[in-house]
């Protein structure tokens, strides 16, 4: 097989300029001459969406007219508008959905999934998943991301990313970075602090791309502090490839790109769908030479290797596609992955035989809502309807169904037939259509009149459990008086059999909260600077993001980060910890004991967090380290291990550039929730980098005498250029300690000492070379 450089070598600057352009809306270009195909690529985070018109007849980029304005109203359910035909696939629980199941192997088997059908359609590249961080349940896409916190983010999609790349097919880790909103997403300017941009928004890429290699990453619409991400050096090149080590190909969101010079100098390889504005704007910056063949050729290296990866993987023998196991694999992540919030009275799970008649009430009950709407919207192969499903599992029960909206008759009729039953099963849903790609909510409410819905139910029957189908957190003035609530997020074409098997007890239910949901809108952090304004959405909450902020200031919420219920009760008993104090490069284990107090079998998801004692820097009271989901048999105990790497509980530094273990004092917690930490144990962390700042021109004496080595340096200095003895210098430095000054300047004015820069540049380069020697050396 030739050499990528040498097949690279082989091309015509027309041929490599065309290499790194798209081919129509679906494809690359290869370069028949030289043997290199093209490869196919198509969304899906959570399903394959297959246009046949547009990949299999390959049209181009673009629609006529009446094409174009058929879309512009476009919803979930209408997908065969918005791309033509399409082959069906099995449309899996969304992001927000899956991460309820907190369970990375699950992760990995809907990736091994989603890639058998990828290889069944004949598709190379998968665009997913997405893993930017749900900053606020408003944003359109929320639904397809993964959580709040990026340690969540990063392990499922790392998961997920194996399994389909285990397959065969490519990966395209999306969309990097800050696309939080969707409000004028191609152009606002997202204001992210560095701290907050590498612990939060950076930091879920890393953690995935580090565990498993994906073939490409696509960068963002939007502009990041000043840049647009799709042209950002800083990002594409120093953060991923120089920092990170990352050796794949980046892609452009489809148009992502206004300057294609200067993105590809920055590191976006491939500019995608095909735009031969943009391809013409590239040939003639080489031929004018501002864009250089280097950069030109390192790039076409990228691609040829990608479809190198891409041919391999097709010499891999697939598993063959089994529709039917598919759909058995999302009800069963579907039901991994939906949440019990409420269970009051042990109303659930329902018990047949004991009942005599049920109350199906919504329109949701029989047009089941599963998915959000936009570029990842996935044609079903089937979808179960969630009252059929519930008719299947109530025997002898009478299961009637309710619209209960739509008019006075319909609510009326509703609240008759759940004043008659012995319980009543409300599903509601967000607005649909506000749902998707394109546009944030604009409320944390549900769809119109579906709180009233609840409501007038739970006045008539005290036995109301509540379906919630949402693409994140919504509110709900009603929970007080319901004794039941399930959110299903958008389980996917499975939700309805899933729902059936939580309500019946045919599953435990064990999923837990990825974000946080609070009572109202105004409890969201950055509630004050969201969406932006001019173009600029100042990320004002810095890094108190989600939990990080409620549970800082103790916010009252409606339910905490990582709450979910189930049939059974868990204890957690003696922990304890391999060693005391951790340093930089080493691991502490943590051992402790987990206890089913119940009668089922039941799966529990425990969340390791640290909470911080009197750290240097700002940060969150506590935040989330580890995560495990275990299996656990009716009074069985089981002994867990987790591990914590130093490297797992540091915090990134501007000023130096890089990470830095804190010296602090802090706690361990074992927790079922953000908000329930069930054991703690104390650890030490030490390290001697970053525990000393910078000392400079103007650093205040009080700094400086609580650094040892700026200490003695300064107590010389002034002694020799004074011609005092040192004890005589200390009694000048102790008379300064108190002064808001520099040093310099403080000696000028409490004692008519004139020193200049040049006299003192010496000394500070000299101090801050001794600190970072001293820092490298061991001990604490």
Known sequence: ????????????????????????????????????PALVM??????????????????????????????????????????????????????????????????????????????????????????????????????????????VTGELAA??????????????????????????????????????????????????????????????????????????????????????????????????????????????????????TRRDELLEAVNAGTVSLESLDTACIRIVELVRRSEAGRAVKPKPLDHDAHHRLARKLAGESIVLLKNEGAVLPLAAERLKSLAIIGPSAIEAVIQGSGCATTSPTRVDQPLAEIQAFAGDCEVRHFPGTGSPEALAAALAGAREADVAVVFVNTEVGWDGEGSDRSTLALAEGQDALISAVALVNPRTVVVVASPDAVEMPWVADVPAVLATFFSGQAMGGAVADILFGKVNPSGKLTTSFTRSMRQIPGYLTYPGENGRHVYSEGLFVGYRSHDTLQTELLFPFGHGIGYSGFAYSDLVLDRDTLRDGETVSLRFKLTN?????????????????????SRPAHELKAFIKTDVAPGETVDLTLALAADDLRYYDPARECWILDTDDIIVEIAASSRDIRLQAPLKTRSRVGRFREITWDTQPGIILATPIAHAAFRGFIAERMEISEDDAEHILQHCASSFLGMA????????????????????????????????QPGD
């Open 159 to 276: 998961a997920m990313i194996n399994g389909l790349q285990g397959q065969g097919v490519g990966a395209s880790i999306k969309h990097f970075a800050c696309n939080n909103s969707e409000v004028e997403r191609t152009s606002m300017d997202s204001i992210v602090d560095m701290r907050a941009l590498r612990e939060i928004y950076l930091r879920g890429f890393e953690i995935a791309i580090g565990k498993s290699d994906p073939w490409t990453v696509m960068s963002a619409y939007n502009r990041l502090n000043g840049e647009q991400a799709a042209e950002s050096h800083w990002l594409l090149t120093t953060v991923l490839r120089e920092d990170w080590g990352y050796r794949g190909l980046v892609m452009s969101d489809w148009h992502g790109i206004k300057d294609r010079p200067a993105s590809l100098w920055a590191g976006n390889d491939l500019d995608m769908p095909q735009s031969r």
């Open 745 to 776: 300047t403080t000696l000028d004015r409490r004692l008519r000492q004139r020193i200049t820069r040049e006299e003192v540049q010496p000394l500070l380069d000299r101090i801050n070379a001794d600190i970072r020697a001293w820092e490298q």
């Open 1 to 36: 097989m030739i050499e990528a450089t040498d097949l690279v070598g082989a091309m015509t600057t027309d041929e490599k300029v065309d290499l790194l352009t798209g081919q129509g809306m679906w494809r690359t270009h290869g370069v028949e001459r030289l043997g290199l």
């Open 42 to 151: 198509t969304d899906g985070t959570y399903g394959v969406r297959y246009s046949i018109s547009q990949i299999d007849e390959k049209q181009e980029a673009g629609v006529d007219l009446d094409a174009f304005l058929a879309t512009v109203n476009r919803k979930a359910n209408d997908v065969e508008i918005a791309w033509g035909s399409m082959k069906p696939a099995t449309c899996f629980p969304n992001g927000s959905s899956l991460a309820c199941s907190w369970d990375v192997e699950l992760a990995r088997a809907m990736g091994e999934a989603l890639g058998v059908e990828c290889r069944a359609m004949g598709v190379d590249v998968l665009l997913g998943p997405g893993v930017n961080i749900r900053r606020t349940p408003l944003a359109g896409r929320a639904y397809e991301y993964f959580s709040e916190d990026p340690i």
């Open 597 to 617: 107090t119940g009668a089922v079998a039941g799966r529990e998801t425990t969340q390791v967090y640290v909470l911080h004692g009197k750290p240097r820097v």
